[in-house]
């Protein structure tokens, strides 16, 4: 419990919902004891808050015109709207055009929909303006001065503290990767249906390639401003161990039933292996509390004892079996063992690296980093692209739009207190999906109703202002800091702010919670019932297209492995690009599947067959990671004849799957030239196999050669063929969607 609330004041969260106490809290007190007036503070106070949503993590450098943007549009709009506010024949053509054009800005990516936010709230918050003391354009200077009060606060921070966001998200890396490896410890050793499992991974891959992804911009943006020090090398080489952690993870292509029926009769020697991966996991979750200095770093010896095990296990199934039956459960055994082998170096590099932390002795960059960031395309030619109701962004703001003018007239018609909560509600919670804005009107309401009945329970039991503005600061801090990890409490917490500060300046505080409970349950109804009815976005319709992005980057991959697989050397910078669009785009694919599944049961068309795409998707993926480690990692011979046969098929496969939403035509090409590669390919394994067999009854040592040649043709041929198959049920599959 301690360790938990000392980690949690020490996140990154609680660090930046603390920076906006801050911002808040001075510019009002020095405005009321200064100037005895809370207007000019009230104003700063605001213009601090809107900008939070652009504070995202990421780059110094992006953080910064993040922010930049959020400050002009914030105050453009605050002005627009309050100073035509009580010209409804203007106020509403005014409110439609830049409530589509600010959420509109939203095709530009990510960061380009937090500025939106920020912008959609300002207009909100505009209405909140009630002052006789300065002018709306005072107003909107203060909002404009309050945002470059926050600009300055934020960026000064992680100026002065720069390992903090970085420490933040290796931590959460590493829980997640831990909580993934752990997960194909689970999968291992499951009897029972394995979907639970396997759409839990997909989350995880989710998250994982987005912390990927803001990794790689704040440890390469450092890179470009500060140069090439010791520090951002060793940055970039933890990075580099927990990447081919989770890709080796990624490449343990198992076919599970194949496992199931192998060792049916042998599960202790499975067992081993799971006792070994959550000993992995362990140590992972071990690191992150290092790097947070929760626990002294520990270089375990229980892996050289479980291996020892492992190492045991195989040696009595060979002999319980006897060769030849048990050569190819053996060498599959070994190789599983390789790989974990790799996976506690990976984690003994992990720890070296983290002792020397501070230390001068050189490490090697990565080789062309600054092209593994993910580019942000500010064409403005997107936006007339998306400008048509097939694309969802569009359709998003048509729907916010329309759904927020409606709360608009709700509002006034009402004559309700604060009838711009109802508009806030509207903004917080609405989103281009549907499953999205089903879980924030949940966890919205939930969370309201909550702080709603807190709050009336301290009204009843104290009257004390001072109380109340503790309560007010402390909710602050809280809500701030659980927002994005548990949007229910955020919400709680932000419910209790929000009540007494009103209460700090109304008498009648049980009004207050009245109007908020109400307007809130206004807003999520309107918000939900829009997303429901507007030209919603259904997954089911999208599936196709992220499938087909999908297997573009499949495709891609596939012949930067075939290049390498005939090269020596380091692997290509293409080769690794390649690599990384395939997971990013798999883990996309995964995401539109649990926005899928959240859907209603009525439009979740083709479900089943739209799991079976998911799951065929992620297991390419899986072969195509374990054959690109196998050839990277290990000697090998030639690529042989044969190898070249498979590969130009599954392309061939591959391509018919792109080509399924054009009217373009792919050849097929002649099946007898697989059958005969595939007849080769066993043949030249059965050879191999009766060298040995012959070699065993002579009592000669295994040679190096001969068990490199085994073992490349085992684990080749196998993944060639499992491709193969895969990429054929792909295209079964597609005619069917």
């Known amino acids: 419990m301690i360790n938990a609330f000392l980690r949690y004041i020490k996140s990154l969260q609680f660090l930046k919902a603390l920076l906006i106490a801050i911002a808040m809290a001075i510019p009002v007190f020095v405005s ?14 605001l213009g601090s808050i809107l ?8 780059s110094l450098n992006h953080k910064f015109y993040g922010i930049l943007s959020s400050i002009v549009l914030t105050f453009t709009i605050t002005l627009l709207v ?32 937090l500025i939106s936010l920020s912008g959609l709230l300002a207009l909100v918050l505009a209405f909140a303006y009630d002052s006789s003391e300065i002018s709306i354009l005072q107003h909107s200077i203060c909002i404009a001065i309050g945002g470059i009060w926050y600009l300055t606060l934020t960026i000064s921070t992680q100026i002065l503290f720069p390992q903090v966001q970085t420490d933040y998200l290796f931590v959460n890396l590493l829980e997640k990767t831990t909580d993934f490896i752990k997960s194909r410890g689970d999968l291992l050793i499951a009897k029972d249906d394995r979907t639970i499992l396997l759409e839990k991974n997909f989350v995880l891959q989710t998250e994982i390639n987005e912390l990927h992804e803001t990794l790689r911009e704040v ?22 161990r927990i990447m081919e952690i989770y890709e080796l993870a990624i490449s343990n292509a198992i076919d599970y039933k194949k496992f199931d029926d192998l060792f049916e009769n042998h599960p202790e020697k499975i067992d081993e292996f799971k006792v070994l991966i959550y000993e992995i996991s362990n140590h992972l979750k071990h690191l992150s509390k290092v790097i947070l200095k929760e626990e002294k770093l520990n270089f375990t010896n229980s892996f050289d004892i479980l291996l020892k095990k492992i190492e045991n296990q195989i040696e009595l199934y060979e002999l319980q079996v006897g060769l030849p039956e048990s050569r190819e459960e053996v060498i599959l055994l070994l190789n599983y063992k390789t790989y974990q082998e790799k996976q506690i170096q990976n984690l003994i590099d992990i720890g070296r690296i983290l002792t020397k932390y501070y230390k001068n002795d050189k490490i090697r960059g990565i080789k062309d980093a600054e092209q593994f960031i993910t580019p942000i395309d500010y064409d403005i030619k997107k936006l007339k692209d998306n400008f048509n109701i097939k694309s969802p962004i569009f359709r998003h703001s048509l729907r916010l739009t329309i759904t927020t003018i409606v709360g608009f007239f709700i509002g006034n018609l009402l004559e309700l207190q604060q009838s711009y909560w109802i508009l806030l509600t509207i903004i917080v919670i609405m989103r281009p999906s549907y499953s999205l804005t089903k879980d924030r009107v949940k966890s919205r309401v939930i969370g309201t109703i909550l702080g709603a009945l807190v709050g009336v329970a301290i009204v009843l039991v104290t009257q004390n202002t001072i109380i109340y503005a503790v309560i007010a600061l402390i909710s602050l801090i809280i809500g701030f800091s659980l927002i994005k990890q548990n949007y229910r409490n955020g919400a709680a917490f932000i419910t209790l702010y929000v009540i007494f500060m009103y209460a700090l300046i ?31 976005v259904w997954e089911a319709k999208n599936m196709k297209e992220f499938l087909i992005d999908t297997v573009k980057g499949f495709e891609t991959y596939l012949n930067e492995i075939n290049n390498f697989y005939h090269e020596k050397g380091e692997t290509a910078t293409s080769y690794n690009l390649a690599r990384k669009q395939a997971f990013l785009k798999v883990g996309n694919l995964n995401a539109a599947y649990q926005r899928l599944m959240q859907e209603p049961k009525s439009k979740k068309e083709n479900s089943a067959l739209i799991y079976d795409v998911v799951t065929i998707s992620n297991t390419f993926l899986s072969s195509l990671s374990a054959l690109s480690m196998f050839i990277k990692n290990n000697e090998r011979g030639l690529a042989p004849e044969q190898f070249e046969i498979y590969v130009k098929h599954i392309l061939t496969n591959l391509q018919h799957v792109i080509s399924s939403n054009s009217s373009k035509k792919i050849d097929s090409l002649d099946n007898q030239e697989l059958k005969t590669a595939e007849r080769n390919y066993s043949n030249y394994y059965k050879d191999l196999s009766v060298t040995r067999d012959l070699e065993i009854k002579e009592g000669i040592p295994i040679s190096d050669e001969l068990k490199i040649a085994l073992h490349e043709t085992q684990l080749v041929f196998g993944q060639v063929q499992w491709l193969y198959s895969l990429s054929t049920n792909l295209v079964q599959k597609i005619g069917k969607l």
Do not use: M
């Not at 009321?32 to 106070?45: H, K, M, N, P």
């Not at 409970?517 to 997303?531: E, K, M, Q, Y």
């Open 82 to 113: 309050g100073y035509f506010s009580h010209f409804l024949p203007i106020l509403v053509p005014l409110l439609v055009f830049l409530i589509f054009t600010v959420s509109y800005i939203s095709v530009f990516g990510f960061r380009a929909s």
């Open 506 to 536: 109304s008498s009648n505080v049980l009004e207050v919670i009245q109007f908020r409970v109400f307007d809130t349950l206004i807003g999520a109804v309107l918000a939900f019932v829009g997303n429901y009815l507007l030209w919603p």
């Open 219 to 240: 440890i390469l943006e450092k890179r470009a401003n500060a140069g090439f020090s010791n520090r951002i090398r060793r940055q970039q080489l933890v990075f580099s």
């Open 51 to 58: 900008c939070v949503p652009a504070d995202t993590n990421g």
């Open 32 to 45: 009321v004891y200064f100037f005895d007036s809370i207007d000019i503070g009230f104003g700063i106070a």
